[in-house]
């Protein structure tokens, strides 16, 4: 889905990780997603944000140690295990606005 949303935003975007191309749900605590995007990112956790739009993401990138940002595309609110995203926006350019507004 990402690779399909990508041409539309104008975003350029240097290492895209999914869990389709690995076959391993983000959620599962075996899984290499979160410490694959890490090292190709060469970044600490506590310094990457992850964008989801499922609850299952919120609970892999916290077990990872990443703090996730909630794509929300219908209007139910991310939780899961009493865990919250950091925020939700509506789509991915307004995620940009939102990494971009707390990069400054």
Known sequence: ???????????DLEHVVISETHRHYKSSHASPLFKEA??????QPEDTVHLGDRSPDLLGATRAGVR???IQRDEVPM???GLRPEASVP?????????EARAE
């Open 91 to 99: 789509d991915l350019l307004a995620a940009v606005a939102w990494l």
């Open 79 to 81: 939780a899961i295990n």
């Open 38 to 43: 890490l090292a190709r990112l060469g970044t």
């Open 68 to 70: 996730c940002l909630h």
């Open 1 to 11: 889905m990402i690779f399909t949303a990508l041409p539309h935003t104008g975003l």
